[in-house]
């Protein structure tokens, strides 16, 4: 069955940088969309960036110029780097694949890690 198991989560300045790191199991990695959504407390749960499968990017406005998604197809791993860090990105951090890579950027697709948590203080 598909897993995917995200960390590099953890508590952070405001202008620090982290990167996450999303291990994918159980599925043709190189032939799915990959992308990552975050939920804050109360809110819902919103797309941060998507890589498809060639390679095409997308991102959440509020994040362009200071976070990137990039993969790893030969360690199954997609990663983002994020820079610049703000306290509104404080979330939980998930991370989502699919074949389709417009399901991915649409709301997520069928698979969904179980999350990681970033706190950017102040």
């Known amino acids: 069955q598909v897993q995917l198991v995200e960390s590099g989560g953890g508590l952070v300045q405001a202008g620090g940088s982290l990167r996450l790191s999303c291990a994918a199991s159980g599925m043709a990695f190189g032939l799915n969309a990959m992308g990552w959504y975050r939920q804050a407390p109360g809110k819902q749960r919103d797309l941060v960036a998507a890589?498809?499968?060639?390679?095409?990017?997308n991102y959440a406005d509020s994040v362009k110029g200071r976070f990137t998604i990039f993969r790893d197809n030969a360690k199954n791993t997609v990663y983002l780097q994020m820079n610049s860090l703000e306290p509104e990105d404080t979330a939980v951090y998930y991370c989502?694949?699919?074949?389709?890579?417009?399901?991915?950027?649409?709301?997520?697709?069928?698979?969904w890690g179980k999350g990681t948590l970033v706190t950017v203080s102040s």
């Open positions: 989502n694949a699919d074949s389709s890579f417009r399901s991915v950027i649409g709301g997520g697709g069928n698979y």
């Open positions: 890589i498809s499968a060639g390679g095409s990017t």
